[in-house]
């Protein structure tokens, strides 16, 4: 944590959050890595307002049991000819962090976007057979904290999903910050 203190408090003197810049989706990719597991219905952008899409997913869980250990790993990769990582390539055990979530800020950024939009905005265990995503765009507080991390340009947000220490699913999420 304190070395994530230190690189926050560096990117933010480095790239101090522009007025008025913005951060929009471009494209999203939803991809079940264990089809037996789980298989994607939907995933798809589209408009919320004028000017602002939302990102909408939907997600069937084929497991019977509820699932009681899940793995969620973030990757923010920037473009510059390919998409190279930027920043963070962690992975968190999602059920202590559902419990905690304030323990780990970079996550923790994204929390209320992302639970103001999904049915998993719970602890564990995930008893649900279907999972949404619906209409999720990142709110004032995200867009702020998140803008103060990346400068102009096209990233790529990678989120794995795994359950029971295997990866099953991935959501590749495109966006410009501009
Ligand atoms: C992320 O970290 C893992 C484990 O350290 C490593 O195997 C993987 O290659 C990294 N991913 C990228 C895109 O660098
Ligand atoms: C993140 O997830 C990918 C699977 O999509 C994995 O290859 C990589 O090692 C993970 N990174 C870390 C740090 O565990
Ligand atoms: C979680 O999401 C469900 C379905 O969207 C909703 O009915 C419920 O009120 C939400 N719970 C919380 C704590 O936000």
């Known amino acids: 944590m304190k070395f994530l203190a230190i690189t926050n408090v560096f990117l933010t003197v480095l790239f101090p959050s522009a007025l008025g810049a913005h951060f929009r989706f471009t494209n999203v990719k939803c991809k079940s890595l264990d089809p037996e597991f789980s298989e994607v219905k939907e995933c798809f952008l589209k408009m919320v307002q004028r000017n602002v899409v939302g990102i909408n997913f939907h997600v069937a869980i084929k497991y019977s049991q509820p699932i009681n250990k899940v793995e969620f790993n973030l990757s923010i990769f920037r473009k510059s000819n390919m998409y190279r990582l930027f920043w963070v390539n ?78 099953r699913l991935q959501v590749n999420v495109f966006g410009v910050r501009d």
């Open 90 to 167: 962690h992975t968190i055990d999602f059920c202590y962090y559902m419990r905690k979530p304030q323990q780990y800020p970079i996550f923790y950024m994204f929390h209320d976007s992302l639970m103001a939009a999904t049915n998993a905005n719970h602890t564990c265990p995930y008893t649900e057979k279907d999972i949404y995503v619906k209409r999720m765009t990142f709110n004032d507080k995200t867009v702020k904290d998140l803008l103060s991390f990346l400068p102009d340009g096209e990233y790529k947000l990678v989120v794995s999903v795994g359950a029971f220490g295997v990866w």
